[in-house]
Nanobody, 126 residues
Framework: QVQLVESGGGLVQAGGSLRVSCAAS????????MGWFRQAPGKEREFVAR????????YYADSVKGRFTISRDNTKNTVYLQMNSLKPEDTAVYYC???????????????????WGQGTQVTVSS
């Protein structure tokens, strides 16, 4: 029932910036904590960032802290990931995810989220 549709991926040079978006439908967006994960070929899906449902508190993986910013626009049912100072190692498929239980203990774990987008490719050239 809940659908997440991502957009904004593409090719960018190292040091550049990119913003990916995820539009949610089929649920009550304001009740979802929203997360971004990424997965490179041959690697496990890893946590990137999360914004809470209740107070829009944000949490980041150490690898992106200071470079990436997650935000949500509840009037548009959309979550964003602004990526600055991109590095080649940021290259991955980026997925947005929704979590409706408010279980912060599992906020960095893919299994802690209930719904997933299709992913959008981000490629950072050296």
């Amino acid at each position: 029932q809940v659908q997440l549709v991502e957009s904004g991926g593409g090719l960018v040079q190292a040091g550049g910036s990119l913003r990916v978006s995820c539009a949610a439908s089929g649920g009550t967006f304001t009740r979802f904590a929203m997360g971004w994960f990424r997965q490179a070929p041959g690697k496990e899906r890893e946590f990137v960032a999360r914004v809470s449902a209740s107070d829009s508190h944000t949490y980041y993986a150490d690898s992106v802290k200071g470079r990436f910013t997650i935000s949500r626009d509840n009037t548009k049912n959309t979550v964003y990931l602004q990526m600055n100072s991109l590095k080649p190692e940021d290259t991955a498929v980026y997925y947005c995810a929704a979590e409706q239980r408010g279980l912060n203990v599992m906020r960095t774990m893919p299994g802690g989220y209930d719904y997933w987008g299709q992913g959008t490719q981000v490629t950072v050239s050296s």
